[in-house]
C-alpha cells in the first residue's frame, strides 16, 4: 500500500543516504521510496564514463571535467567529492528549490559529500547503510562486474574509512537481508516526518479552536 502524502510541514526533510561503493545504496533508495512517496530524489553530476544501462539525467549528469569544474567555481554545487579518480557532485539549485516548496529529498553520496551537505544544511538527516562484513562487500563489487582489480581494491580500503565514521551519521542501516533495510529506511523517512519541529505555526493554529 503507497502511503499517503504528509501534509505540509513548511521546508521540507532533507534526507542523506550515505554507505561505501557496491553496499546498495541505489538499491535500498529504489525499492524503499514508492512506499513513502513522494520523496524527490536529487541527481549528482559526475566525471565517470557512463556505464551501459545508465541515462543521463536519470542515473546521473554526466560531465566533462572542465565541465565539472565549472559548477566548482561557480558554487553550483551543494556538495562534492573525488572517489577513486571520479567526481561526484549534488547540483545545489534542484535541491534548495525542492526544499523551499515543502518537498522531500533525498540525496545519495559518498562519507565526504555527507560531511559537507551537514556543514551546510544542519538539519539534514543523515543515514549510513554498511554492509554485513568487508567480506561481503568485496562479493558485491566483484559480482558487480564493472571495476578493475585495482579499482576494487581502492574501494575496499576506502570502504574501512568510511565505516569506521558511522557514528557521525544519525541513523546505521545494516544491509544485509534487503528488505528488512529497505522497511529500517523507510521508517527512519516515517519518523523524521512526525517530528514536532517540522510543524508550522499556522499548521498548528489548525489544530487549536
Known sequence: MT??????HGSGVLIVL???SGVGKGTVREAALPAVAPVSFSVSATTR???PH????RDYF???QDAFDAMVEQDALLEWAEYVGDRYGTPREPVD???ARGEDMLLEVDLEGARQIKRRKPEAVTVFLVPPSLAELERRLRERGTDSEEKIQKRLRRAEQEIAALQEFDYVIVNDVLSEAVTAFQSVVRAERLRSSRWTDARVA???P
Open 54 to 57: 545508465e541515462v543521463e539525467g
Open 62 to 64: 554526466f560531465k566533462t
Open 18 to 20: 550515505a554507505g561505501a
Open 97 to 99: 528549490a525542492a526544499l
Open 206 to 208: 489548525q489544530l487549536l
Open 3 to 8: 502511503e499517503a502524502a504528509p501534509a505540509t
Open 49 to 51: 564514463a557512463r556505464r
